[in-house]
């Protein structure tokens, strides 16, 4: 994930769906094919786009339609977008909250003593934890099928997936030097396609700073950066165009593939595959 608050809540998953309850209260039953769903996440958004039926979403989060951040943009025009707001969360009457995680939204807290039913999504950084979501998901909006057929179809795209990275190193750098470590969604793409991170071999944390002068010391054979730094439009991505990294071949995918855990995994998954075939392609 690149760079860039609800009372304590008892939840578990059950065949009709969600459950939440405040302190002391009895645990409240999303119905079975909950008809008003909102979401108070980013990620979530995109996962109840690709799962729920639209007449069922009440709300999204402002950035859902951000093409930019989220890989369902296309889907969520024209539907309610919600700021962070426990009125407009309210007024809706919601039936089903999803967040990842929900527990920690601010307007949730914010929410009066009443009870709502919650699927409250653990952050998904590997694609398990993905297929996890997914299916939770599924169940809770009311259609486990859809959850089965979308990690089925994913599966098959990622089956026989080649290793064309054959242990060579990249480097997720972002916009004013961060880069992207181990423990991380974009680690295990790394490692999918058969890459080495240069973080991992630095001994880096999931998220650091790295300057220019140590990036090319360390000359890694490929650099990941998101598309949307593909020209200059500010000191921060002014950095990536560097002369002194010319001529360290360029892995160019959008961030609404990787800041969340979600579908899009696979598209980012070939799109790289196909980047340094192409790249191989021009050097021989």
């Given amino acids: 994930m690149s760079a860039r608050a609800l009372l304590a809540a008892a939840f578990l998953l059950g065949g009709a769906g969600a459950l939440w309850a405040t302190s002391g209260a009895p645990a409240v039953k999303a119905p079975a094919v909950p008809q008003r769903i909102v979401s108070i996440n980013l990620c979530a958004d995109q996962l109840v786009l690709a799962l729920a039926d639209r007449g069922q979403i009440a709300g999204l989060t402002h950035n859902a339609t951000d093409a930019e951040m989220s890989g369902e943009a296309a889907k969520a025009r024209g539907l309610r977008l919600l700021s962070n707001s426990a009125e407009q969360i309210l007024a809706i009457e919601p039936d089903l909250i999803v967040g990842m995680p929900a527990s920690r939204s601010a307007a949730l807290r914010a ?44 599966q098959r795209e990622l089956a026989g997936l080649p290793k064309p990275g054959r242990g060579r ?18 680690d295990e793409l790394m490692t999918r396609v058969g890459l080495v991170n240069l973080a991992s071999k630095l001994g880096k944390p999931p998220l650091s700073q790295l300057s220019l002068e140590e990036m090319v010391a360390a000359q890694p054979d490929f650099l990941i950066v998101e598309s949307a730094t593909d020209k200059v439009t500010d000191q921060g991505s002014e950095m990536l165009h560097h002369p002194a990294l010319k001529d360290i071949p360029r892995i160019s995918i959008p961030q609404a593939w990787t800041v969340c855990g979600s579908p899009a995994y696979t598209t980012a998954a070939r799109s790289i595959v196909e980047q340094i075939a192409r790249l191989e392609g021009k050097r021989s």
């Fill in 111 to 154: 929410l009066p003593e009443q009870d709502y039913p919650l699927l409250d999504l653990a952050t998904a950084n590997t694609l398990d934890e993905i297929y996890t979501s997914i299916d939770e998901t599924a169940e809770a909006v009311g259609h486990p099928e859809r959850g089965t057929a979308l990690v089925a179809r994913m």
């Fill in 169 to 186: 190193v990249a480097a997720y750098y972002q916009r004013r030097g961060y880069m992207t470590g181990t423990g991380t969604l974009i």
